[in-house]
């Protein structure tokens, strides 16, 4: 790794602890908090691609463990990372890796359609399979029941892919990083 | 720089080896999950949190510690009662409060840079399939350097964008934050080269 891409790294972990400072809004009728912080995994994975996002979010993660607050409410330790969302925290780190190699892959064709499935492919699909699995172990309910569950969070996640997708897409404009690392 | 959750002590749990505490979380996490009897694991419960008087500690403290995720125990237990009965909903509610107490113990005695020095430790034999260590520790003290960077950043854009009207739009939040981000990420690594580090 380049200290380039070290610093990347670095600025992508710091950015997604900056996006948990940003106070969670909550949407109407449901209640249910949406954070700007699972921003960051979307966004690392599609600005830096899948090894830097990876690492990003993975180097995020260790800082949390570590006990810094930097968890969106200023959560942290190891409490948080074990705990019954432990799951998602660790499907962050392969939902960033997924997200990079899918918009790696389109890297040359990307437009919205395949950079919004590829963000919701690895910010979704993938965070959810490993996340709700957590829960269903800790919560000893079935894989289905689980799913049910997170369904709500789904409306916030829409959002956060719709935004991942237009920062994407104006960031490869005004400043490619993927096709530079080749 | 930003401050941890650890909080200052004397006691025992304060002394102990990091890496002691660490595999101590992990056999009392998967310990648990062996378990297949509520009054056992209650009693492992009862025992966690006896640790936190005992390592100076108060209510306050514990109560900080289960409160984010009071709401989900409460779900859990709900459900359980729903599809079984209420000792299986208590075996699913203590287990979690079990691991979280004592993982949150964990993180209450021990310093950010203890965990941090065990962390390199821990690398060292990783250093031939790729992991350097020093690039490791060089990456997180960069983190917490550029959050206070970035926060204040972020704020000069809120005020920028505020004054354009675009305050609630994210997209106009997000895209210039970013931006400038990675314009940082050039200059620091010319910095980071020009000291020779490698």
């Known amino acids: ?182 | 720089m930003i401050a941890g959750l650890y909080i200052h002590g004397q006691s025992a749990l304060h002394r102990a080896a990091a890496g002691a505490k660490i595999l101590a979380m992990v056999a009392l996490g998967t310990g648990v999950f062996l378990i297949p009897d509520w009054p056992v694991v209650a009693f492992v419960l009862a025992t966690v949190l006896l640790l936190y008087p005992v390592s100076g500690f108060g209510p306050r403290i514990m109560w900080a510690q289960i409160k984010p995720i009071l709401w989900l125990l409460v779900i859990f237990f709900a459900v359980q009662l729903w599809l079984n009965d209420w000792q299986a909903g208590l075996l699913v509610i203590t287990r979690i409060a079990a691991i979280v107490m004592f993982a949150s113990l964990v993180t209450l005695t021990t310093k950010t840079s203890d965990l941090l020095a065990s962390l390199e430790r821990a690398m060292q034999p990783l250093r031939p399939i790729g992991v350097n260590p020093e690039k490791v520790s060089l990456a997180i003290s960069m983190v917490l350097r550029f959050i206070p960077v970035i926060s204040t950043v972020a704020s000069e854009i809120r005020d920028a964008q505020r004054a354009r009207g675009l305050d609630r739009s994210i997209i106009a939040m997000v895209v210039p934050l970013i931006i400038r981000t990675l314009k940082m990420a050039d200059d620091v690594a010319d910095a980071i080269d020009a000291r020779s580090f490698d």
Do not use: H
């Open chain 1, 1 to 182: 790794m380049k200290t380039k891409d070290i610093v990347y790294v670095a600025l992508f972990a710091a950015l997604t602890a900056v996006l948990g400072l940003f106070p969670p809004i909550t949407l109407p009728v449901t209640g249910v908090p949406v954070t700007a912080q699972s921003l960051g995994p979307m966004l690392a994975g599609a600005i830096l691609g899948a090894r830097r996002g990876g690492l990003s979010i993975v180097l995020f993660l260790v800082l949390v463990a570590v006990g810094l607050p930097l968890l969106s409410g200023g959560r942290g330790g190891f409490g948080v990372m074990i705990g019954v969302t432990g799951g998602f925290m660790f499907g962050w780190a392969i939902s960033a890796f997924v997200i990079g190699l899918l918009i790696e892959k389109f890297w040359n064709r990307l437009n919205v359609f395949n950079a919004a499935l590829s963000i919701a492919f690895g910010g979704i699909v993938v965070l959810y399979a490993i996340g709700n699995a957590w829960v269903a172990v800790v919560a000893e309910i079935s894989y289905w029941q689980a799913t049910v569950g997170a369904a709500p969070f789904l409306i916030g996640d829409a959002i956060k892919v719709a935004i991942a997708t237009a920062a994407c897409l104006a960031v490869r404009r005004a400043y490619p990083l993927i096709s530079k690392a080749g």
